[in-house]
């Protein structure tokens, strides 16, 4: 059973069995639903309101509010952003079943992480996670692991819900009670929960490791993407990255220093394999033209049509 199909559960057997007019299903049905950054077809645009409504707390992903915060790119850079997390995701999902000749991961979980703060870890996993979810065989469930500084809760609006500390904390949650369904089909996250000073040790916990084995179960098939504190701030992402099955070290070109990004490393499970991600690198002049190429479609300044 997948960790939505539990959540399904939880949430039916929590709320009053009343009956529903056909009406006011309806009603709920055509409520505005926020721009998703990726057309659903049809069938799937009709179940997830109801999905979302069923499990109650859906979270809506509100394109323009993440531009503006800069965790979604802006809007003229937002196909060649799509682009380059395509071939960030592949290798990624290749290691999770094995293929391409690379040795399979330990499990579907992944850790996105840094060296030091304001590298673009954040960005990186909420636009992985908005990637793989586009894949139409796989939901994809997005973790708050900064529990320190939990700017994804934040970003989505989900601070005051309760989340992963909350259930390494208290033996009577599971992870079926934090998860959030969102406006984006196949999409689910879930909080950072409360602060705690003793955070570290939860996660080197018996039970944390115990959750994290069964959550690798739950999302079948699936992906678990954590956002981490940055290594070198923080105990945590060293605690997790014992756990997930690859971990993603995003770096700032021109900005983080080799031996920084080396010591984070050193730090981290080195029996774990490790995709670097070089964040806001310079445009080159084939990227230059890619980009051209793509944007090549369309419409020009004057409102012409452009066939290249």
């Known amino acids: ?31 505005p639903v926020p721009p998703t950054p990726h057309e659903p077809s049809p069938a799937a645009a009709s179940q997830a309101p109801r999905r979302s409504l069923a499990l109650g707390g859906l979270v809506a992903v509100n394109i323009a509010e993440l531009r503006a915060q800069g965790r979604l790119p802006a809007e003229g850079l937002a196909h060649r952003t799509e682009e380059e997390f395509r071939r960030i995701k592949w290798p990624l999902l290749n290691t ?16 996105v992480t840094s060296a030091v703060p304001g590298e673009g870890k954040t960005f990186t996993a909420l636009n992985l996670a908005l990637s793989l979810a ?37 033996p009577s ?12 089909d196949r999409l689910f996250v879930a909080p950072a929960g409360a ?4 955070s570290p040790e939860l996660f080197a916990s018996a039970r944390m490791a115990a959750l994290m084995e069964d959550l ?25 990255s014992r756990y997930v099955g690859q ?40 990227s230059r033209y890619y980009s051209y190429y793509y944007y090549g479609y369309g419409k020009n300044g004057n409102g012409q049509d452009v066939r290249k």
């Not at 995003?250 to 900005?255: F, P, S, T």
């Open 173 to 184: 949650l599971d992870f079926a009670n934090i998860i959030c369904p969102t406006s984006v």
């Open 195 to 198: 602060r705690r000073d003793n």
């Open 1 to 31: 059973m997948s960790i939505v199909e539990r959540a399904l559960l939880k949430a039916q057997a929590a709320k009053p069995q009343t009956e529903v007019s056909p009406g006011a299903e309806l009603e709920a049905a055509d409520l």
């Open 216 to 240: 690798a179960g739950f999302v079948a098939p699936g992906v678990v993407v954590f956002d981490s504190p940055p290594v070198l701030a923080t105990n945590e992402a060293q605690v997790l």
């Open 134 to 170: 586009r894949e139409p065989d796989i939901e994809v469930l997005l973790v708050d692991g900064d529990v320190a500084q939990p700017t994804l809760s934040a970003s989505l609006g989900i601070t005051s819900r309760p989340g992963l500390t909350d259930v390494v904390a208290d």
């Open 247 to 286: 971990i993603v070290m995003v770096v700032r070109a021109d900005v983080t220093e080799q031996r920084v990004v080396t010591e984070a490393l050193g730090l981290l499970d080195r029996t774990k394999p490790v995709s670097a991600v070089l964040n806001k690198v310079e445009s080159s002049l084939i």
């Open 96 to 111: 999770i079943l094995g293929l391409g000749g690379s040795t399979a991961a330990a499990n579907n979980l992944i850790l």
